[in-house]
Every structure is written in structure tokens, then in C-alpha cells.
């Protein structure tokens, strides 16, 4: 299954980099997330729940960055376990671009995912129904990140804040080296999710 799509955001892109690289950040965007931690310099893991029409199951994910040009771009492999549920697999690819002489940006993503599983017999159109709605809800939510909401206070979205371990190094060099979104995201499965 492939997936696109761009979101426009008010803030010049170092900044939706930066934002990108946080791992608090991104997993109070994620819809779901239970638990995000950063287990390498380009490597990340998280639990997020997830429900796709009949199938409710808790995902285990990776997501490693690859291709990272900042503030510009970066490649997400990512990869996502259900148990009975089934996985979900594949690539994402985030692009950050300059609008309004550099105090906005245009993040583009693409992914291209596979599931399999109970997942894959659900049928697409419910997936990527589901997929799409993840997508929107993780670039409100960034927005609001961005937009500087407070940290702690409710989600607008009713979803339970995620429980982030963030090893003691120097902030991450990369998560926004992922997308999310899950892209990512993460965005698919980041959004095994992104994400």
C-alpha cells in the first residue's frame, strides 16, 4: 500500500526539524503511544495500540533513519508486530521544504507499506481509511506541539499521554530523522502506526 501527503506548517523548518528529533514531541503526536524510547542514535522502539476495524492490538515497532540530510530529509524503515494481529512493514520518506521565504515549511511524506495477518484481511479500504485518519491526527497534533500547547495538559483527542524514556544522551540527532511519521509517521506505521 502506498500513501502520501504534505501538511503545511507555520514555522520555519529548523524548527519542524528540531521538533522532529524530540522524542516527547513525537510521542504525545502519536494517537495510542504507550511507550517511546530511542534505542540507538538513528533507532527508536514503541509500543502504541492501535484498532483497525475489529483488530485491537497493542504494536511493538522499530523505526531506524536512514538517508538523513538535515533540515531537509530523511528515510524511516520501520517495522511493527501485533502478535495475532499480524505486522505491518515498510518505508517512509519525509521532505521539509522552505515556504514563505523560510518562515514556513511543507513536510511531504510518502510511504509504502505492507501488512500482514488479520490486518491484511480486513481489506484496504478499512487500512488505509484508518491509516489516513492516524496521518491527520499526528499533524494536529504536531501542529499544536509546534504552536507551543502546554506539555500535561488534556488531549484534544482523548487518547491517554505516552510514557517516554529518553536515554541520557544529547538530544536526538534524529527523529524527526523520522516521521512519523510515524510518520510517522511515523507515520504508517509510525504508524504501525506514523509514529
Request: with cysteine.
Amino acid at each position: 500500500m502506498n500513501y502520501q501527503g504534505s501538511q503545511l506548517l507555520p514555522h520555519p523548518p529548523e524548527r519542524v526539524w528540531q521538533a522532529l528529533l524530540d522524542p516527547q514531541v513525537l510521542a504525545g503526536c502519536i494517537a495510542g503511544c504507550e511507550q517511546f524510547d530511542r534505542t540507538g542514535d538513528n533507532s527508536y522502539k514503541s509500543t502504541v495500540k492501535i484498532t483497525i476495524g475489529p483488530v485491537s492490538a497493542r504494536f511493538t515497532s522499530t523505526v531506524a533513519l536512514t538517508d538523513v540530510l538535515p533540515p531537509h530529509s530523511c528515510t524511516l524503515q520501520f517495522a511493527g508486530q501485533g502478535g495475532v494481529a499480524g505486522f505491518g512493514k515498510g518505508e517512509a520518506k519525509v521532505r521539509l521544504m522552505p515556504r514563505d521565504g523560510g518562515a514556513g515549511t511543507q513536510l511531504d511524506w510518502e510511504a509504502d507499506a505492507h501488512v500482514g495477518g488479520r490486518l491484511a484481511q480486513i481489506g484496504s479500504r478499512l487500512v488505509e481509511a484508518t491509516v489516513r485518519k492516524m496521518s491527520e491526527d499526528f499533524f494536529v497534533r504536531f501542529a499544536a506541539q509546534l504552536a507551543g500547547g502546554p506539555q500535561g495538559t488534556p488531549d484534544p483527542l482523548g487518547e491517554r499521554p505516552a510514557q517516554v524514556a529518553v536515554a541520557a544522551k544529547p538530544p536526538v540527532q534524529w527523529w524527526a530523522r523520522a516521521v512519523t511519521l510515524a510518520l510517522a509517521v511515523g507515520t504508517v506505521w509510525w504508524l504501525c502506526f506514523k509514529s
